[in-house]
């Protein structure tokens, strides 16, 4: 795409979603992409500020990030982590000695009352990430995961307890208080922005605290820009984490279609990106009038995630400018 076709607008979370914010960082001018992270699985653990989405995103721009796991630095030592369980300390949570480092520095930039916009602005510098990486909004949101047993902090289910727990709802803690990042709501906002990219995250956990940030909604069904979704869901599974089990747990199909659906009920989106494995799923979801792209959306090599970030842009322009309901 080149500059005249504007700028892109990422949203991601979680591992699948930082993918193809690298594969569009490598198609795109720096100026040209903003990727918006989820900030909900944050949470304050040893006294340090831990934004676990927005690290995935600036490690992996960075090349830094641990292809292994998805999370964390590649190379790590865990002298940290050894010398904390020998104190008794809590070790359920890995940090490793390389991450520990962007916790304290972080931590000790918001205590000296910087904006989490204006810290991790900061960070990617220092690592040297030229695309803008943004926190979905400065203002704390928490996703509290409903179970059968109870509500649990998203860290406490997602690691602590494995997700082995059966979902029956989240809530964003906060989230009606929040204000979107000033950065966030303007790239919605503006006309540059020639298309909207929803990365193939957790859609429950990853996605919707985005969406359900004040203004957020509305300012996707308003926007010039269409809007470009990729199922996190191939061939009836998740890629990586506990979509495809949350999905089962709440009673859904576990299917591309139903990810579909679940954003085109809140008339979000111009456009749905289903794998090959999907194909016969998508006369179903082009038929509730959603044009959907057929591809390969698993990214396993860097040429994956650079091809499927071409195709999203060319996907984009293809699709008429957007005859939103007002
Ligand atoms: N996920 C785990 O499953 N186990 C961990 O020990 C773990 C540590 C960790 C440390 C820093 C960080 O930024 C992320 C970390 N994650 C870990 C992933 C984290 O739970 C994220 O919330 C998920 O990647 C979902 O977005």
Known sequence: MSEA???????????????????????????ALTIVCNTADDFDHLGLRVCPDL???????????????????????????????????????????RDLATHVERTRRLRNGESLTAVTDALCRALGVEAKVLPMTDDPVRTVVGTSGGELSFQHYFVRDRCAPAVTGFRFEGVDAARPAPDFLAALEEDATAVIVVCPSNPFVSVDPMLALPGVEAAFRNSPAPVIAVSPIVGGQAIKGPAAKMMEELQMPVTAAAVARHYRERDLL?????????????????????????????????????????????????????????
């Open 270 to 326: 111009d456009g749905f990106v289903v794998d090959h494995a999907d194909a016969g799923e998508a006369a179903e979801i082009e038929r509730e009038g959603l044009p959907t792209l057929v591809t390969g959306t698993v990214m396993e090599s860097l040429a994956d995630r650079e091809r499927l970030a071409r195709e999203m842009l060319d996907f984009a322009r293809s699709i008429a400018a957007p005859d939103r309901r007002p």
């Open 5 to 31: 076709a504007g700028r892109c607008l990422a949203l991601s979370g979680g591992v699948g979603g930082a993918k193809l914010a690298l594969g569009l960082s490598r198609v795109l001018p720096p100026e």
């Open 55 to 97: 690290d995935t995103v600036m490690y992996t721009l960075a090349g830094v990030s641990n292809r292994v796991t998805g999370w964390g630095q590649a190379h790590e030592t865990w002298s940290f982590l050894e010398a904390l369980s020998q104190l008794g300390g809590e070790t359920w949570f890995r940090l490793g000695d």
